[in-house]
């Protein structure tokens, strides 16, 4: 087992990396405060992983929640059912919530726990690739609005991070694809050793080896501590860990959420944003293309949705949270290997990007 620390003064708490980790108590139960815990989880995660987890818990008076599934669940509703369930079992702000799934889960247990009784401790146990390389790692929590995504949410930072390499053996192919986006994200944001391991290595991680993705999780964990603990509530340099997410949030807003994954999403906004940084100079076109074709060789998606047009990005993207007096600012590559925040650009190169469509990433 690899054990990372997030350094945040009072608040540091550990991440455990590695395989047979969701049943073992020693683990788990130092990071319950109080005798009752509330796992939150969902119907697909549920029949393959809770009885393992219960198992950890012996001792502690523990009741569940089985949320349905999918992206549509993540809303104030659905917060609602978490905090009905709380109420009626007289849960005291002594308790622990315990989230077991993948970011859909985290994001909503963390806030419930963030919100419930003004904050109660809260445990991650990620399930999904995604999940396991950032969701659950730096105290983002929330829920969707029609209006934008993520918008309702806090900065709430959990007890643990309980990362079981062994649960992505079940993880469907199409959801392991969209982890890798977020894990090439790392590469691309400051990392760029690790963006040429994953070119030596994307069939292997896509084809399941357990060492290389335990790898990937481990080096995408570290670097992801590293920027939070510099900047917990995006000040500054933490903004960087959206590279491709305001391209991204409009194509899931704009398809409906759940359409296209998150990762996948993440994934077609990398590419835009690579090639917005090479219509403004900052890397050449055959960089913008090696980020490109990683991102396809990961069998994401690189060209955006037909019907999205460049008007309904621009309404879409002004919803974004890195909006500030009005104006958009993108995660651009400044060189390959190394972002910035900018929005004082040439708009009519951002049009540009918006109408390339299949042609982004080619002169
Ligand atoms: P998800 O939670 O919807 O999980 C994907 C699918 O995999 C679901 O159907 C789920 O039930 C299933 N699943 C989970 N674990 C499984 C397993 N081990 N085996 C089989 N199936 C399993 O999606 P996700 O990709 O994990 O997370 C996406 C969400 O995370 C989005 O809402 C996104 O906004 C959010 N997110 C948050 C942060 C953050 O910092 N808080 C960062 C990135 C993404
Ligand atoms: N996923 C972006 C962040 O955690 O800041």
Known sequence: ?????????????????????LGRKELISPYIKGKRALIVTNEVVAPLYLEQVKASLDGIECDVIVLPDGEHTKTLDTLTLIYDQLLEQRHERSTTLIALGGGVIGDITGFAAATYQRGVNFI?????????????????????????????GAFYQPQCVIADTDVLASL???????????????????????????????????????????????????????????????????????????????????????????????????VMAADLSARLGYISWQEAARAKTLIA??????????????????????FDKKVQGGRVRFVLMREFGHTVIESDFDASLLEQTLEAKEHLCQQ
């Open 1 to 21: 087992m690899i054990s990372l620390e997030l350094d945040l003064g009072e608040r540091s708490y550990p991440i455990f990396i590695g395989t047979g980790l």
């Open 172 to 270: 469907p192919k199409r959801e392991l694809q969209a982890g890798l986006a977020e894990v090439i994200k790392y590469g691309l944001i400051d990392n760029l050793v690790f963006f040429e391991w994953l070119e030596e290595n994307i069939e292997a991680l896509l084809a399941g080896d357990k060492d290389l993705l335990a790898e990937a999780v481990r080096v995408s964990c570290s670097d992801k501590a590293r920027i939070v603990a510099a900047d917990e509530k995006e000040g500054g340099v933490r903004a960087l860990l959206n590279l491709g997410h305001t391209f991204g949030h409009a194509i899931e807003n704009g398809m409906g959420y759940g359409v296209w994954l998150h990762g996948e999403a993440v994934a077609t906004g990398m």
């Open 297 to 318: 060789r990961a069998g994401l998606p690189v060209v955006p949705p037909e019907n999205l047009s460049a008007k309904d990005f621009r309404k879409l993207m002004s």
């Open 124 to 152: 991650q146990i990620p399930t999904t690739l995604l999940s396991q390389v950032d969701s659950s790692v730096g105290g983002k929590t929330g829920v969707n609005h029609p209006l934008g995504k993520n918008m309702i």
